[in-house]
């Protein structure tokens, strides 16, 4: 028997996903270990393991593929505690990351302390040297002052090096050259090049990731590291590849490179996981996917099959916070997750999150010593959790620490205890739904148009209601739902993704530029195809995308190439033509008269990293009537004490062929009486990914 394992290892819990080669899933859940990744993993390991009958070292022992997502990366941003970085950038430039694009969401708000550059201006040097636009050397790079900004580092103690110079993508000569002095004098200093890692015009947007992107290496290549370490050490011999923030996965040699890949790695997953889930059903492919977790509450989107994309990926707040410049799967991240901790603001407003609990202390009910207010203590307190069959019997709730800290919130509102928890929730339910129209309607989708994936360990606590207010018909919660980001991990590619900048317009398109332009992405492509073939992958496909915009405007629109270039002018035509039509579609306005500018181009890549053996395969039956929830009442709610969890579907699909008193449904649905007005049914559905 061969095993796939594939891993999320969150903020609160670490999530694994057991497929054999006959398709069969077994999901693990274990608390995160900050200090060594390994120790959860393993402890949710052993429990897949003997479910299986096995030990854990013959689990790993007869794995062929070890699938790792983290949000270690995201979390290491986020709380500051990056390696020291030193950001080197031509003379006259150094506020590029103080400035970053000059905007902020409430341009009124005048109190708002003006945010911090991720690499302080103490640590930014300025380099003596410049480049035109056109790559042509206006002043000579200072090699002397670049000897003298090295020699200061072991003083400063910095740990690494960013270096983005003006037009470097022009001409990446005295960059180059900078990296040969660093690497000369200080070969212990991680060193990231922005040409290299994200060749774009934007100058912030390419410092950004040149400087995320360094700080991050000393600590992800010794975290990853450290992992692969572990996981040899316990038996396993296999490939081992690493979830990326491009919705697929790339070989951990690979990601240690550039761990910037990582960031937003884990959540990306879960799309992958969503559009499977949702073309299996025949619901359709716009598809929005709510991921619960024990931290945040993410949500994205698919829309006509394919996840969808973007290069404004901020860490700690729109315009304000850093941003990584990188294309990656649109996942918004609030704090509205199981362990988003409820409080009392000074004018005696209820609020919950963004501060979590996370794993340590955890909730109240972890009975670990957390103190304070959650999501999940609120669900306690309500009986949507079962205290005796939490983590399938494996941890045991703590229902008076959940009525104990929950009895303050009561206390200051003037509620009982269980209209207290009543009201987190709702709560938590609104921060959910705004964060849902966030990227739907101001995105100019409608929801009620499309299908939810829910997923997530506090998945099942509020799907239903959430869906209800957003006008939502159909929502799935597949049995797999607890480890949503896991599950998708085993249904993604191997993904790459390369870039170039090449400006030019459709009223004078310079032909020979852009096929020079392409010709490179290709090469780049071929090689890392090369790298591959040597692993043994071989089925591949690309895709061209050019990032467009009309004249004048300030940003893009992602435009796909129909072929693998655009040498005749019914290629060129067909491309300005596909991006009047995108603008139509987001802004629901187009100008076809108007010149189109396109500046960066990209290739993405995929190669299928093993067979679908894991893929779920409905297979129609009829509901037996006896299946009806576990909850007092019908509530949905309670049914997420289950270990499948709960999904929706409203009004319910009928079978043709059976009576119109029965239910159709694949196997691997159950239905769950929903609460209601008599006058709009509705029903609940779990989507059962294991074969038996």
Known sequence: MSYTISVDTGGTFTDIVVADD?????????????????????????????????????????????????????????????????????????????????????????????????VPRSLTFECPERITSE??????????????????????????????????????????????????????LQVTLSHQLNPVLREYRRASSAAIDASLKPLMQRHLRDMEADLRAAGYDGQLVVATSFGGVMHVDDVIEHPIYLVRSGPAMAPIAGITYAELENCGRDVIVCDT????????????????????????????????????????????????IAWID????????????????GPAAYGRGGSQPTVTDAAVVLGYLDPDHFLNGRMTL????????????????NLTVEDAAFAILTMANEHMIGAIREITVNEGLDPTESVIVAGGGAGGLNILPIARDLGCKRVILPRT?????????????????????????????????IDAALKGLQDKADAFARQLDQRGLQNTRTEFVVEARYLSQVWELDVPLAGNGL????????????????????????DPKQPVEFLNWRRAWWASCKARSCRPRPRARTVPSRVASSAPGGDPMGSSTRPSGTAAIWPPIRSS????????????????????????????????????
């Open 135 to 188: 790559g042509e050397v206006l002043m000579a790079l200072d090699e002397d002052k670049i000897r003298e900004i090295v020699a200061g580092f072991e003083s400063k103690g910095v740990e690494a090096v960013a270096v983005c110079l003006l037009w470097s993508v022009m001409n990446p000569a005295h960059e180059l050259r900078i990296g040969e002095i660093i690497s000369q004098m200080r070969p212990d």
């Open 481 to 513: 739902a607890g480890a949503l980001s896991a599950c998708g991990a085993q249904f993604s590619d191997i993904v790459a993704e390369f870039n170039t900048s090449a400006f030019t317009s459709s009223a004078d398109f310079d032909r020979d530029r």
């Open 567 to 590: 040498s005749t002018d019914a290629q060129i035509a067909d491309l300005v033509a596909g991006f009047h039509q995108v603008h139509e579609r987001v802004f629901a306005v187009s």
């Open 293 to 340: 977790g024990g931290t945040t509450f993410d949500v994205s989107l698919v829309r006509d099959g394919r996840p969808v994309f973007t290069r404004d990926t901020w860490l700690g707040g729109l315009w304000t916070g850093h941003c990584t410049g990188l294309s990656s799967v649109d996942v918004r991240s609030y704090g509205a997750g199981g362990g988003s």
């Open 346 to 361: 000074t004018g005696g407003f209820l609020r919950v999150g963004p501060h979590s609990a996370g794993s340590v202390p």
């Open 657 to 692: 062929k059976a009576p119109r008193s029965s239910w159709s449904r694949p196997r691997h649905w159950w239905f769950i009486p929903a609460p209601g007005p008599a006058s709009a049914p509705m029903a609940a559905t779990c989507s059962n990914s294991m074969r038996r």
């Open 22 to 118: 006959q398709g069969r899933l077994s999901l693990g859940k274990a608390l995160t270990t900050p200090d060594r990744a390994f120790d959860g993993m393993s402890k949710a390991l052993e429990v897949t393991a003997a479910e299986r009958g096995i030990s854990l070292r013959e689990l790993l022992a007869n794995t062929s593929l070890f699938i790792y997502g983290t949000t270690r990366a995201t979390n290491a941003i986020v709380e500051s505690v990056t390696a020291r970085t030193a950001f080197l950038t031509t003379e006259g430039f150094p506020e590029i990351l103080v400035l970053k694009e000059g905007g902020k969401l409430h341009p009124h708000q005048l109190d708002v302390d003006y945010p911090e550059p991720y």
């Open 398 to 413: 703590d229902v008076a620490a959940a009525r104990r800290v929950v009895e303050p919130i009561a206390t200051a509102l």
